[in-house]
């Protein structure tokens, strides 16, 4: 069994039943695909790898200690509303798409700095489902096409979590901490850009 680590962000219950029922048609057609749990849709804002979870833990709670000044003296405004759209592959693996403002770009790249990980470029998204075998990178991008049209109900994240994931034979996912990004309800009815 392995530990890693990573930060999320979780779709809301209305966004996340959006993307249930699109999933649930497309998972008929494509059962070569192994489908991920609802509960385990997440947007990965910074990837940790075997990490020490409470030095993770100390430096989230620096970066995240109050609205700080970033990016050339900018205080950060808070979330903004983000939804789920379209869909593409990475190789085997099949994911959807996040509609969003700078925000979320900008607050991975803090949580990667903060964490000190490898520096990665964003690319906002959900995995869905994943493949083995020779033909796993046809597979998922077979089924990309029966997502294209996804558009979820908007939400504004209000937490930032680290999460271990536990590999192994009933593999899992563990939240570890949350932090508040922001009081969301005055912005919870913007639409995403």
């Not at 809301?12 to 039943?17: G, M, T, V």
């Not at 075997?50 to 950060?76: F, I, Y």
């Not at 789920?84 to 509609?99: K, M, T, Y």
């Amino acid at each position: 069994m392995t530990q890693r680590l990573f930060a999320a962000i979780w779709p809301s219950a209305d966004a996340r039943d959006d993307l249930r029922g699109a999933v649930a048609a497309v998972r008929r057609a494509h059962p070569q695909l192994r489908w991920l749990p609802p509960e385990r849709w997440h947007v990965t804002v910074a990837f940790l790898g075997q990490a020490d979870a409470d030095r993770a833990t100390e430096r989230l709670d620096a970066m995240l200690a109050g609205r700080r000044p970033h990016r050339g003296g900018a205080v950060d405004q808070g979330p903004e509303p983000i939804r789920l759209a379209g869909s593409g592959s990475f190789g085997p693996v099949l994911w959807v798409g996040v509609e969003h403002g700078p925000w979320l770009a900008d607050l991975a790249r803090r949580v990667q700095r903060a964490l000190r990980t490898e520096d990665r470029r964003f690319r906002a998204h959900v995995t869905v489902a994943r493949c083995r075998g020779r033909d796993a990178n046809r597979a998922a991008r077979a089924a990309v096409p029966a997502l294209a049209g996804l558009r979820t109900a908007p939400w504004t994240p209000d937490e930032l979590t680290l999460v271990a994931s536990i590999t192994g034979p009933h593999p899992r996912y563990d939240v570890l901490r949350a932090w508040p990004l922001a009081d969301s309800a005055a912005s919870s009815d913007k639409e995403p850009p």
